[in-house]
């Protein structure tokens, strides 16, 4: 059975440089099933590919188990290395289904830039590994399988660049509403004018006297003591001489627990006692700036970028169904 196997192999390769249509879908199949099976005569091959197989068919293309153990091997070594047991064959496995879908999708692709006429020079290439290179990659540019595998990198890029980039407009209606539909994620981050009244524990174990300290401070705030005093003779923070004024903060500059803590307090309020490793506090809020939102003129080169790269993903999933679509693909493996 290997021997047909690696027959099958052998016999399939010499039939990539026809075309599919050329040969017909059946008439290739047949080719495959009888060197499959042994009903032509055997030929010759090196010992070393013996235990190589066919992992899929794409149109006149073959994936090779060697290709995929290749591609393969970097994920196969970092799950090693952060999984074991059941849970990492698991994910063997999936890692395995995904590589054989890009491999798939690499082929399909490499197809369509070789019937579209899409090249890349050797001079190309040549550039491609100095820029690499220059950016501190270590590439031995007189190794075969390197630089066939940056022409097909530029390959893909140009291809996808003509089929897919190329065919992508972004409307200012269409920035307009990605404007309106996402304001969140174009807003000033809120600010705050605080102050604050910190209290410390003065040993170890001293949380629950400062605890005490704390609740007696709230309480006395509560019955109308002006802040200012209380912090400047009782709060532990540098900002104590200055009344426990903390100034302007912006929204994601403080511990979160005080942010979630701040959430719902009004200006001219003070909050609970608010644990942190600091400390104990005590903030009231002075002044609140009302949320403020990026002009669209200002963020426009951004969203148009944003809806660019949308739009790309999206006319790509498109352009790989029709590929796919369109193509004889049988996995084998």
Same mark, same amino acid.
Not at 193 to 206: A, F, H, N
Not at 309 to 320: G, S
């Given at each position: 059975?290997?021997?047909?196997? =690696?027959?099958? =192999?052998?016999?399939?390769?010499?039939?990539?440089?026809?075309?599919?249509?050329?040969?017909?879908?059946?008439?290739?199949?047949?080719?495959?099933?009888?060197?499959?099976?042994?009903?032509?005569?055997?030929?010759?091959?090196?010992?070393?590919? !013996?235990?190589?197989?066919?992992?899929?068919?794409?149109? =006149?293309?073959?994936?090779?188990?060697?290709?995929?153990?290749?591609?393969? #091997?970097?994920?196969?070594?970092?799950?090693?290395?952060?999984?074991?047991?059941?849970? !990492?064959?698991?994910? !063997?496995?999936?890692?395995?289904?995904?590589?054989?879908?890009?491999?798939?999708?690499?082929?399909?692709?490499?197809?369509?830039?070789?019937?579209?006429?899409?090249?890349?020079?050797?001079?190309?290439?040549?550039?491609?590994?100095?820029?690499?290179?220059?950016?501190?990659?270590?590439?031995?540019?007189?190794?075969?399988?390197?630089?066939?595998?940056?022409?097909?990198?530029?390959?893909?890029?140009?291809?996808?660049?003509?089929?897919?980039? &190329?065919?992508?407009?972004?409307?200012?209606?269409?920035?307009?509403?990605?404007?309106?539909?996402?304001?969140?994620?174009?807003?000033?981050?809120?600010?705050?004018?605080? /102050?604050?009244?910190? @209290?410390?524990? *003065?040993?170890?174990?001293?949380? /629950?006297?400062?605890?005490?300290?704390?609740?007696?401070? #709230?309480?006395?705030?509560?019955?109308?003591?002006?802040?200012?005093?209380?912090?400047?003779?009782?709060?532990?923070?540098?900002?104590?001489?200055? &009344? &426990?004024?903390?100034?302007?903060?912006?929204?994601?500059?403080?511990?979160?627990?005080?942010?979630?803590?701040?959430?719902?307090?009004?200006?001219?309020?003070?909050?609970? @006692?608010?644990?942190?490793?600091?400390?104990?506090?005590?903030?009231?809020?002075?002044?609140?700036?009302? *949320?403020?939102?990026?002009?669209?003129?200002?963020?426009?080169?951004?969203?148009?970028?944003?809806?660019?790269?949308?739009?790309?993903?999206?006319?790509?999933?498109?352009?790989?169904?029709?590929?796919?679509?369109?193509?004889?693909?049988?996995?084998?493996?």
């Amino acid at each position: 059975m290997n021997d047909r196997l =690696s027959f099958a =192999s052998h016999c399939v390769r010499a039939f990539k440089r026809f075309s599919m249509r050329s040969l017909g879908r059946r008439a290739v199949g047949v080719i495959y099933f009888c060197a499959w099976m042994g009903f032509l005569p055997a030929c010759p091959v090196e010992a070393a590919k !013996l235990e190589d197989r066919i992992v899929a068919v794409v149109n =006149s293309d073959l994936i090779m188990l060697s290709e995929l153990k290749r591609d393969l #091997l970097p994920d196969q070594e970092r799950l090693r290395k952060l999984y074991s047991g059941e849970d !990492l064959e698991r994910r !063997l496995k999936t890692a395995e289904a995904m590589a054989v879908t890009k491999m798939i999708e690499r082929k399909l692709q490499l197809q369509a830039a070789k019937n579209k006429g899409v090249d890349v020079s050797d001079q190309e290439v040549t550039q491609a590994v100095q820029e690499m290179k220059k950016q501190g990659e270590t590439l031995n540019s007189a190794d075969a399988n390197t630089t066939r595998s940056i022409r097909e990198q530029l390959t893909l890029m140009r291809v996808v660049d003509r089929e897919v980039r &190329g065919l992508i407009m972004v409307a200012d209606s269409e920035m307009k509403r990605y404007y309106e539909e996402h304001r969140d994620r174009f807003a000033y981050p809120e600010e705050y004018q605080l /102050s604050q009244i910190l @209290i410390k524990p *003065r040993t170890p174990d001293g949380l /629950s006297i400062a605890q005490g300290r704390a609740e007696a401070l #709230l309480a006395t705030l509560k019955q109308g003591e002006p802040f200012e005093d209380l912090a400047l003779r009782f709060s532990d923070g540098a900002d104590a001489s200055r &009344g &426990g004024r903390l100034g302007l903060v912006r929204q994601g500059e403080l511990i979160p627990a005080l942010e979630q803590a701040l959430t719902s307090v009004q200006v001219g309020q003070i909050t609970g @006692i608010v644990e942190t490793a600091e400390g104990l506090h005590i903030v009231r809020v002075d002044d609140k700036k009302p *949320r403020q939102f990026r002009p669209f003129e200002q963020v426009k080169a951004e969203i148009q970028s944003l809806v660019f790269q949308q739009k790309t993903e999206d006319q790509y999933q498109i352009w790989m169904a029709d590929l796919k679509n369109k193509a004889y693909i049988e996995i084998k493996f």
